[in-house]
């Protein structure tokens, strides 16, 4: 069955630094989200998006993040300037308009971020 | 808008005993409910889900839910626990309609004892 892949796995950086976060969304699936889950707590929405733009984001979801598809096939979480309290597990999700999956959505496998 | 609650935060059984996981939701809407399993350092797998059809749904692994307007729950059971059960279990609400977020709930730990 197709899946919703991420890369890294796992990424280590500075805080202050950019960090860009990769997911390949299942190929015929139209919504795509972000979702981030800070260790030992929920998960918690970040932002979705829909016909290249975002149809919806959270309060989390401040000047610092960005979502891009770039190519059709990839979406990706950019943090410009990353803190402390970013480290989390950020996990990508699709969905799609089939009758048969309802509102279902689909994660990856999700990226641990870790900043220092 | 949207909430789950999820009342124990840490549910411990002995195998080969049954299960439950306690889900209440608050939705302005008639929602859809849905309950992921997160096995340590793992994604999140789906294990049912309510999309107002039949309102008892039976999921992978042995467990059902039962949908209740009335309660507003959405209780996760399992008649017979297995060592392979113990993850991290967390009830979902959303509207019904394609591309909504998810809400989720703040998780149960479930623990099985051999």
């Known amino acids: 069955e197709p899946e919703v892949t991420q890369t890294p796995s796992h990424q280590v950086t500075q805080m202050g630094q950019e960090v860009i976060l990769r997911c390949v969304p299942i190929s015929n699936h139209l919504y795509f989200y972000w979702y981030r889950q800070i260790l030992g707590q929920k998960v918690e929405f970040l932002v979705s998006?829909?016909?290249?733009?975002?149809?919806?984001k959270s309060e989390i979801f401040d000047d610092q993040f960005s979502v891009e598809r770039p190519d059709g096939s990839n979406f990706t979480l950019k943090i410009r300037s990353t803190k402390l309290e970013d480290s989390a597990m950020y996990f990508c999700?699709?969905?799609?308009?089939?009758?048969?999956?309802?509102?279902?959505?689909?994660f990856g496998p999700g990226t641990r971020l870790t900043v220092l | 808008a949207q909430s789950v609650t999820q009342l124990d935060s840490h549910v411990s059984v002995s195998e080969g005993t049954p299960v439950l996981l306690r889900c209440n939701y608050s939705s302005s809407y008639s929602p859809s409910l849905f309950w992921y399993v997160q096995h340590p350092n793992k994604g999140l797998q789906l294990l049912l889900k309510y999309t107002s059809a039949a309102t008892l749904v039976k999921g992978i692994n042995g467990f059902e839910a039962e949908f209740k307007k009335s309660e507003t729950s959405f209780h996760l059971t399992k008649p017979s626990a297995h060592m392979s059960d113990a993850a991290e279990y967390f009830c979902v609400v959303t509207l019904p309609y394609y591309g909504q977020n998810f809400v989720f709930g703040p998780g149960t730990r479930l623990s099985v004892l051999p």
């Open positions: 998006f829909y016909n290249n733009e975002i149809s919806e």
């Open positions: 999700a699709s969905s799609t308009r089939d009758r048969e999956r309802d509102n279902e959505q689909f």
